[in-house]
């Protein structure tokens, strides 16, 4: 049994994989297995795959053609883990060389935590630096996070595998299971990661090592490029099903969450409708049911009614009062510029009807 087990999915991702399976074999930590879940490729990464677990024994390579979505790819690969932890890699992501170094060692300093996320690093098809994410350490804000939108980047993550055995945490499936049957939702593909994760972070104890740990790839082809609208309805759905949840659990009024989401950084534009400060006041009974630590608490409220007044002079003045008041983080700052420019640029961001959300 190895200290890490790797689930690498791959579907005809020949043009990346080598670069992520040479990541995987260069780590500084040596103690890991990676396992290969191949579905249904047919441009030779299967074959390609199998080469390099001829000349390593630490690397398997598994092929489920029919499993349903990533979700069902992934819970195939959760079923084959026997190590202490389990680690994801994407077929067309690069992991620095200290990555599982860093998570190990997170793991080893607080045996309550069971999901471990981090900063990284975005670059283009040929691998330069574009830019970068950012997404906040604590356990507390990530929880309020997990309402709004996911709490960890996907192809960061690690879990503590005798947790999630424990929980019955599945991809795709709701296994906090707090909802009747006939209101319980299934996400096999798109935002399967947002649904399994946000769960964890509700449930249990999470972290993002302040560190860029991985290289994450964008190429045009990421699937939050070409589906970007699907994926944030998928999404949204997930966020209203855990406020089902959470009122029911605490007794409060339930309402829809969806003018304070900021999946993908970006808010929703309601046509008839700025103002949300009476949508606000069930936000602020969960949140203070759901967050025992105050200045989380508040920080989490003062930014979400920041958000709450989609008006671009309220918006931007009471941005920079909350600035002033608890200083700049990077991830809330970005969902605020993102509606700024598309205001000055008169760029209409999704907007949601009755049949859920559009482009324009």
Excluded at 32 to 55: K, P
Excluded at 58 to 71: D, H, M, Q, T
Aim: net charge negative; hydrophobic share 40%.
């Amino acid at each position: 049994m190895a200290t890490f087990d790797v689930l690498l999915p791959v579907k005809n991702g020949m043009d990346y994989l080598a670069e992520a399976l040479d990541s995987i074999c260069d780590q500084t930590y040596e103690d890991w297995r990676l396992l290969v879940l191949d579905h249904g490729s047919t441009d030779g990464s299967y074959e390609l795959a199998t080469v390099y677990a001829m000349q390593d024994p630490r690397i398997v390579v598994k092929s489920f053609p029919n499993a349903k979505g990533l979700s069902g790819l992934l819970n195939c690969g959760l079923d084959l883990c026997d190590a202490q932890y389990v680690l994801r890699q994407d077929a067309d992501d690069v992991s620095m060389p200290n990555r599982m170094e860093e998570i190990a060692r997170a793991f080893e300093a607080d045996e309550d935590l069971v999901l471990v996320g981090s900063l990284g690093e975005v670059i283009n098809a040929t691998g330069e630096r574009i830019g970068s994410f950012n997404v906040p350490a604590d356990e507390y804000t990530l929880r309020c996070m997990a309402l709004f939108r996911t709490p960890v980047m996907h192809p960061t993550v690690a879990m503590r595998l005798s947790e999630v055995r424990r929980l019955g945490a599945r991809y795709g499936v709701d296994f906090m299971q707090i909802l009747p049957p006939d209101q319980q939702i299934e996400v096999p593909n798109l935002a399967e990661d947002y649904f399994m994760f946000g769960q964890l972070a509700l449930i249990s104890k999470c972290e993002n090592i302040q560190q860029e740990l991985i290289q994450y790839r964008w190429h045009g082809a990421n699937i939050s490029s070409t589906k970007y609208v699907e994926q944030t309805n998928v999404a949204l759905k997930i966020s209203r099903n855990f406020i089902q949840m959470l009122s029911l659990i605490h007794g409060t009024e339930p309402f829809d969450p969806a003018p304070f989401c900021n999946h993908g950084e970006k808010l929703i534009r309601y046509p008839q409708q700025n103002d949300f400060s009476l949508e606000y006041e069930p936000l602020k009974s969960v949140l203070t049911k759901l967050i025992s630590d105050p200045s989380v608490r508040e920080r989490e409220l003062d930014y979400r009614w920041v958000l709450s007044h989609r008006s671009l002079p309220v918006m931007l003045y009471r941005y920079l009062r909350f600035v002033l008041k608890h200083g700049k983080s990077e991830t809330e700052w970005r969902s605020v510029r993102a509606w700024m420019v598309d205001a000055i640029k008169q760029r209409k961001p999704l907007t949601i009807n009755a049949s859920g959300l559009v482009e324009g």
